[in-house]
């Protein structure tokens, strides 16, 4: 056997284990095993708590979506049948829930390019930190300038074209998993990227 096919059956054994396990942590988290459903969450939390912080841009939003997410899995899991994997579950109960939320921030406008402050309206971007102390002010401005672009654009879609378009750039999933995650095709989600991506590249014509 050569070294790649080892380290590919390696893989797939330590891929195999890893599944086998978490089956046997559901299965005593069903059973009402405390320590199990704990070891579930740990496995998962930082995942969610990323996922939901890189769909809605708010930690206070990210960890509301991160509780209620463990709280509905917590009150599910019985009925849990392994049709899907348990992170295909969990995405998905996590992306309903931050649909649920874009969905009320756009009828409440709760987002906008300014917030007020003592003295007056103030773009929000100037709050974002700069990684770099060096850096050249005109690229600071324009960087400032496509990321308020760019938040409008979001607040533009319709609530599945942003999640969809979150999801693929922002939190990196394949069009496959996304479909999974909203129980849509691959196919839906990459028309709705495809408008989305649409749409941004309209809105940004001036920077590109």
Known sequence: MDTQ??????VTVRGAKERSD?????RAAQRG???????????????????????LHSEEDARDIYQEAFLRVYRNLPKFRFDCSFSTWLYRIV?????DQIR???VRKEESASV?????????FQFVPEGRADVD??????????GSRVQEVLEQLTPRERIVFEMRHFQGMRLRAIGEALQ?????????????????????????
């Open 5 to 10: 096919a080892q380290v590919i059956g390696n």
């Open 22 to 26: 978490e089956f046997a942590l559901i």
């Open 33 to 55: 095993d405390g320590d199990a459903f704990e070891q579930l969450v740990r496995a998962h939390d930082q995942s969610v708590l990323r996922m939901a912080y890189n769909l």
């Open 95 to 99: 992306a309903n829930l931050c649909l």
């Open 104 to 106: 009320r921030r756009k």
């Open 116 to 124: 007020d402050t003592r003295d007056g309206e103030v773009d929000r």
């Open 137 to 146: 002010p005109q690229r600071q401005l324009m960087s400032s300038e496509v």
């Open 184 to 208: 849509i095709t691959e196919e839906a989600a990459k028309n709705c990227l495809f408008r989305a991506t649409q749409k941004m590249r309209a809105a940004l014509g001036d920077f590109v």
